[in-house]
């Protein structure tokens, strides 16, 4: 079975710097993979995604991440973070196969100070 | 873009009492799903469908049922509420791509 990894449960950085989120997988196929936000009260939102082709994969608001399936990683990138972006980050991989199942990591709670 | 309601917001009731979970989406979407966040836990699957009369069990099923009355509707029963089950729970709906899933608001469930 698939399993996501997030190894940092928070994470807090100063407005204007640079973010990484790490975000790891188990899956011995080709995975699809996704990153999704939720901000306080609200429903997740899809941030970016991955099926194929070009590993480096832009989504919403300057965010992108990396498919490295030597490393098993797929890590989420903003060059500059703004308050805004203070959220909880979700990365979630799905198999592929006809059931619709995503599987997600635990989050990482990001804090940018203003 | 897909829209996803939940409703009630917020729930509150006692240990053994019954409580149904509503959700609906507009967008003829096939999958849609139940999950349930709870800290140290990120989203766990509970149920899912593929269409109206169908129903899938998710990774964490124990205590809850499940109904897709119509391609729009898709209910989650607590027949006997528990405390381990004061959650925040989300619904899901997705189309052909199953892979992309859009959410609800939520809905936040205490059992006394």
């Known amino acids: 079975a698939q399993s996501v990894t997030q190894p940092d449960a928070r994470v807090t950085v100063s407005e204007g710097a640079s973010l990484q989120l790490r975000c790891k997988y188990s899956?011995?196929?080709?995975?699809?993979l996704f990153w999704y936000v939720q901000y306080p009260r609200q429903g997740l939102q899809l941030l970016l995604k991955?099926?194929?082709?070009?590993?480096v994969v832009q989504g919403v608001n300057g965010f992108e991440a990396e498919f490295i399936k030597s490393n098993s990683s797929f890590h989420l990138r903003k060059a500059s973070v703004h308050w805004s972006d203070s959220a909880v980050y979700f990365c979630?991989?799905?198999?592929?196969?006809?059931?619709?199942?995503?599987?997600f990591g635990h989050g990482t709670i990001l804090r940018v100070h203003p | 873009e897909a829209a996803v309601t939940q409703s009630p917001r917020n729930k509150v009731t006692v240990t053994g009492g019954n409580v149904t979970l509503s959700c609906r989406q507009t967008?003829?979407?096939?999958?849609m799903y139940w999950y349930r966040q709870d800290t140290g836990h990120g989203l766990r699957l509970i149920h899912y469908?593929?269409?109206?009369?169908?129903?899938q069990i998710g990774d964490v099923p124990d205590g809850y049922k499940a109904t897709r009355t119509t391609q729009e509707d898709f209910f989650l029963l607590l027949e006997l509420a528990s405390p381990s089950q004061t959650s925040l729970y989300f619904c899901?709906?997705?189309?052909?791509?199953?892979?992309?899933?859009?959410f609800g608001p939520g809905t936040r469930l205490t059992v006394l």
């Open positions: 991955y099926y194929s082709g070009d590993p």
């Open positions: 899901a709906s997705s189309g052909d791509r199953a892979y992309e899933q859009y």
């Open positions: 899956y011995s196929g080709t995975p699809y």
């Open positions: 967008n003829s979407h096939n999958y």
């Open positions: 979630a991989v799905s198999t592929g196969a006809n059931t619709g199942k995503l599987t």
């Open positions: 469908s593929y269409g109206a009369g169908n129903l």
